[in-house]
Nanobody
Framework: QVQLVESGGGLAQPGGSLTLSCAVS????????MAWFRQATGKDRQFLGA????????YYADFVAGRFTISRDITKNTVYLQMNLLKPEDTALYSC????????????WGQGTQVTVSS
């Protein structure tokens, strides 16, 4: 059974940082692309960025503007989203997902972890 489990969300202050984790299990994702998305209440889901599991190549949405960094640890089967200079508008449910490539539909999804940025 494929599982993607996010953790690390919570309350952060504006200007602060958080690192989210996505632990994957149940199959080998050797050639897959792992991505992070977010969805704020009442808004559409946004693609934040992705990383190839094998080569570690990264791709980001333009609006991320260098504040977010995606990485992965193959030995821990975990993908990370490092978020810096957080803003209240970053408040959302953050989810990770897996696809055969960045051009394929994301077929595996986690349940998400809530991030709230507020003073």
């Amino acid at each position: 059974q494929v599982q993607l489990v996010e953790s690390g969300g919570g309350l952060a202050q504006p200007g602060g940082s958080l690192t989210l984790s996505c632990a994957v299990s149940g199959r080998s994702f050797g050639t897959y692309t792992m991505a992070w998305f977010r969805q704020a209440t009442g808004k559409d889901r946004q693609f934040l960025g992705a990383i190839t599991w094998d080569g570690g190549n990264t791709y980001y949405a333009d609006f991320v503007a260098g504040r977010f960094t995606i990485s992965r640890d193959i030995t821990k089967n975990t993908v990370y989203l490092q978020m810096n200079l957080l803003k209240p508008e970053d408040t959302a449910l953050y989810s990770c997902a897996a696809a055969q490539s960045r051009y394929h539909e994301y077929e595996y999804w986690g349940q998400g972890t809530q991030v709230t940025v507020s003073s």
